[in-house]
């Protein structure tokens, strides 16, 4: 409960942020602080030195980018909850944000710093995966864009470079005809997933599955999408047995976490369950 | 006792404003100049040697002041004592250092303390510090601490063998020989961390000059603690005030002496400065008491009547790595006399081996003892049912110690006050629309959804005491209370009551008993508690005694008081004290009612003493230590109603009744919030809590990122009512309330939780049900 000793930066820039990173090597970019603060308390991190990013203007905010919604990424939980715009065009995300944390984690935390963080059990990385996001970084080389697909890589580890922030998501709108649902069997203790699945489904209009992307988040050491289980599904009608059938795809070729709560096994099951039930629903949601 | 308006009434609690808007006095909201922080550091392995400890690097830190090691600190402090000395057992002590000086026995065991200017730099100091251990085997199972071969804590307690506690009523053998149903099962009932919100701490002032050492300290029994401290440091009692006004919760886990804050007061008489310390939540989770952790291997003998005739338990409990102040009662007697329960079992049969393990000491808490005899008892009757066809409600009806046989001798010699147990389950099965519940639940069942209705009908041991009870259980000290009352010339009253509530709302509570007694304004009575100091000596709030206990002294010196107050109110109006009458306040004469005086006139007389007799001294107030003729026993029905998702095994609470009859109440607002928050936790342990270690005696759930403390969001929606069967121990008729919900509510969620699996040919699954252990027991009966 008691940090090491830091040095605190307050950029006011993002290029005063991006000179600071390189002046500071150990730095750590603070936004919402929910999880870099805890970790610090605890001695599991100690950086030499906080780079606060939250008060940078350029980077919150959400706006409507023609067929992309964009969302900066010290952008709160709370002002997404509360968006209108992200309501109506990208419902899933209040949904998923609706189960993060609480209500002192909402008002604080942001969504770039949950991405860019990659705690395997986070619920977002699940929907931006599901959703097809881009994810802008601005480094010291410029800028450049990273599919969520390549985002994530491992354990608490994305593609950004040490010396680059993440600025801006970017979110395509849904086509007509689609339903979008996030599912998550939370830790009763932490509240974190332990399994989180994001399914994005888009209706043809002979009813059969145009176009799906699957999320899934908790179970391993990082999120992923389930290839296995949308390409089971495109051309089908998605009826109860494909939906079954296509979800049993969903644990394969993947490594499961394991702790006191739930077991590797558990996880592949939940996994295979909390999928179907995010189709399921995105399914409804899709049919209107 | 007349009840009047104050009795009964539901009163806000007097001192919420104060804790719920930041103005508590919490150890740690306490400030001395001068005062240094005290750190501890803690053994990260479970069992090793200490081969060095160098604190070098530490000493040299800008900002620290001291640091001791365990060998600094053995000519300033006695072990830790252990004060439940239960006899016939052989009791094997466990010499318990403050702060390790050979060996460590835990994780979270003190190796070293740091003294600084600041925490901060307190923790950069207690990671300097460099230990190197001999790391040893440990052992975390007690069952397999037991076994030849494993790892020994102490050369001298062989085969880790604290105690072995027997309690053998009746021959067991003969029945178990011709009983109609036999049954056996072995029980886990898992190892809990009490998680009080504020967590432990003290602030130890020592005055060089004066030789005082005034100690704040989050103290369920500050009395206790006082004599405890003076016991370890040598300072005598006179010289030691202890301070616990304001303490956050305690469940039992802020009873006993602890390491730190011995340490505190041991520094701050070597240094002369104030010290504090307070405990992150992480120590808390490894170094303050755990509670449960029994493993039970249960027979029972029955009837095909379902008439029980007789019980047998064999229990381990882990007592952990050493033995905490009242641990050694814990398991033995507060669990093995109330095994009968609620029903008529003429036999008891009880084994208790005491275990020492690589883990962290248990103790007390919130139930201590009752919660592992009422789940095994209400698992096993459930079992029972089953394999007779019987309704679990009826199974028990024809149990149940019939309401016409009160007081009650028990087998295992308690005498239950009073009870009707049966109008607690009817009561319960009416709320609960128990005929329509059974219908839907076979209706649902027909579509693959699974519910289940789980009873529990509990009685229990409250308000701790008579002292000669305890002293016949080896318990080292009495079980009284006291109180003092005094009367201001005003006719305002100051209340100083032995008992310490640290949550419970004694502060309204006993203002209403005074109030009605004296019949002064509830506004006009001060409730002073928690300073030893100021209070007599008192036993602390625990073991549902507050109200039963210490609330039975408050009224006994009320009524000296009032006799007092009589007398001279009689001799002012110039008749016999016997002629007078007293209503709301006010003195009376009998068929004159215009000739009398008002409890605040008598107040001012007593004090001015111009017209008093010479045989009545000046003055108002009285002390009493109430020492009751035997406990309390309160009793109720609960039942759970539960929805299982047998797809992911996860549990949704559907309904929740709870029937308790806890004697009169006095403010049934405050009676409520204990039951539901008792409910909370009992109910936590049956599905979300478990304080699990590794194999290596590592706490794998040491942080509330892992220990499943319930969230509004998990519980249901409680419905509480009650039935009234007064005692007769004590004149308000009451018998406590703080620990009904816990012990009820336990046995009643699994009870659930199994029934909505009955069809899966699910009989038993242990604590707690977490959903993947309900996800296998499903898959393993479905594949």
Known sequence: ?288 | MAVTKLFGAAIKRREDPRLITGRGNFTDHIRLPGTLVMAIKRSPHAHARIVRIDTSKARAMRGVVAVYTGQDLVDKLAPVPCAWLIPDSDLKLTPYRAVAVDKVRYVGDAVAVVVAEDRYVAQDAIEAIDVEYEVLPAVVDQEKAMESGAPQLYDEIPNNLAFHWKLHIGDFDAIWNEAEVRLSRRLINHRLIPTAMEPRGALAAYNPGSGELTIWCTSQNPHVHRLLLSAVTGLPETRIRVIATDVGGGFGSKIPMYAGEMIAAAISRDLGRPIKWIETRQENCVATIHGRDHIQYVDIAARRDGTITGVRVRAYANMGAYLSTAAPGVPTWLFGLMLQGAYAIPVIHCDVYGVLTNTTPTDAYRGAGRPEATYLLERMIDILARELGMDPAEIRRKNFIPKDRFPYTTPTGLQYDSGDYEATLNRALELVDYSTLRRQQAELRQQGRYIGIGFSTYVEVCGLAPSQAAGAMGFQGGLWESATVRVHPTGKVTVFTGSNPHGQGEETTFAQLVADELGVPFEDVEIVHGDTEMVPFGMGTYGSRSTAVGGAALVAACRKVKEKAQRIAAHLLEVAPEDLAFENGRFFVKGAPDRGMTFQEVALQAYLAWKLPRDIEPGLEATHFWDPVNNTFPFGCHICVVEVDPETGKVDFLKYVAVDDVGNVINPMIVDGQVHGGIAQGLAQAVYEYAAYDANGQLLSASLMDYAIPKASMLPVFTVDRTVTPTPVNPMGVKGAGETGTIASTPAVVNAVIDALAPFGIEHIDMPLTPERIWRAVRERSS
Not at chain 1, 33 to 40: C, N, Q, V
Not at chain 1, 186 to 215: I, M, Q, W
Request: glycine share 8%; no cysteine; hydrophobic share 45%.
């Open chain 1, 1 to 288: 409960m008691y940090p090491s000793t830091f040095t605190y930066y307050r950029a006011g820039s993002v290029q005063e942020a991006l000179k600071l990173l390189v002046e500071n090597p150990d730095a750590k970019l603070l936004a919402g602080g929910h999880s870099l603060i805890p970790a610090m308390k605890l001695r599991l991190a100690s950086p030499s030195a906080l780079i606060d990013i939250s008060r940078v203007p350029e980077l919150a905010g959400i706006r409507d980018a023609g067929d992309r919604i964009v969302i900066g990424a010290t952008t709160r939980y709370d002002d997404i909850q509360r968006s209108e715009l992200v309501r109506q065009v990208l419902p899933i995300l209040p949904e998923a944000i609706d189960v993060i944390g609480d209500l002192q984690v909402r008002n604080m935390g942001t969504i770039g710093g949950s991405l860019a963080h990659a705690d395997p059990a986070a619920d977002l990385p699940a929907v931006v995966l599901a959703l097809g996001a881009e994810l802008k970084a601005v480094g010291p080389d410029g800028e450049r864009t990273i599919p969520a697909d390549q985002f994530f890589v491992d354990l608490f580890t994305t593609a950004l470079q040490p010396n680059e922030i993440l600025t801006e998501i970017s979110f395509p709108k849904p086509p007509a005809r689609t339903g979008i649902s996030y599912q998550k069997f939370a830790n009763p203790a932490s509240g974190y997933a332990v399994v989180g699945a994001a399914a994005v489904v888009t209706l043809g209009e002979d009813g059969k599955v145009a176009a799906v992307r699957v999320g899934v988040t908790g179970a391993g050491p990082y999120a992923v999408r389930r290839q296995s289980v949308e390409q089971a599904l495109v051309g089908q009608e998605p009826t109860a047995a494909a939906i079954e059938a296509a979800s049993q795809l969903a644990s394969e070729g993947m490594t499961f976490n394991s702790d006191i709560f739930a077991s590797d096994e558990y996880r592949a099951h939940l996994t295979r369950v909390f999928v179907k039930r995010a189709l399921t629903r995105a399914v409804e949601r899709a049919r209107g």
